[in-house]
């Protein structure tokens, strides 16, 4: 595998991510303009329905900025996790290397995290995940954020999250795990609550 350019605090994201996030902001201006449309019905002065797409167009403008801000600091914290030197210490026992992510796991709010060694295989209990997406992508060396999903009972959003764990910790060296992480639906809901527009600082 060919070593990666090494950049200080920044890893590289998987291209989807930045389409994910276009369709996000795309999603709001549909929503806007089907908004815009009903409101145009009872607004009596076209300076009125000027002001609302000018506020609608800022929103989602907005909106893109700030959460590809978020992103990449979610980009940043699971690759971060990666380049954790213990996880690649094969000096540690499994039990030791997941209390290092147990710690983590608890200071960054995860549902969960954890790891597979460089076949898939998940290091607590032998489940293999090499066919899913998150483990591919980050044995090619990249950061995956998948997009929210609805739980399979529906009572919860989960966001997926992936990252490679370099040997030594050197990012571009050997890639000889990977790190997987899921985080509650209040992490995604704070992303978005966090977004401000205009002087009343509401989306």
């Not at 060919?2 to 920044?10: I, N, Q, R, S, T």
């Not at 549902?111 to 044995?139: H, I, P, R």
């Amino acid at each position: 595998m060919k070593k990666k350019e090494k950049l200080a605090g920044k890893f590289s994201v998987k291209n989807s991510i930045t389409t994910k996030m276009m369709l996000f902001v795309i999603s709001i201006m549909v929503a806007s303009l089907g908004f815009s449309t009903a409101v145009s019905f009872i607004l009596n002065s076209s300076g009125s329905l000027n002001i609302l797409n000018v506020v609608l167009t800022e929103t989602a403008e907005t909106a893109a900025v700030a959460l590809e801000k978020d992103l990449k600091a979610t980009s940043n914290l699971i690759g971060e996790i990666g380049m954790i030197k213990d996880l690649s210490d094969e000096n540690l026992s499994q039990a030791e290397k997941q209390a290092i992510l147990d710690e983590r796991k608890k200071l960054y709010g995860f549902k969960s995290l954890f790891m597979t060694d460089a076949n898939g295989t998940v290091t607590t209990n032998g489940y293999s995940l090499a066919g899913e997406q998150f483990y591919q992508t980050a044995m090619r060396g990249e950061i995956y954020i998948d997009t929210p999903r609805i739980t399979i009972d529906g009572s919860d959003v989960d966001m997926v999250v992936g990252a490679p764990i370099w040997k030594d910790g050197v990012h571009g060296s050997e890639i000889v795990g990977t790190i997987f992480g899921v985080f509650y639906g209040d992490y995604v809901s704070n992303m978005i609550s966090d977004i401000k527009v205009g002087q009343t600082g509401h989306t």
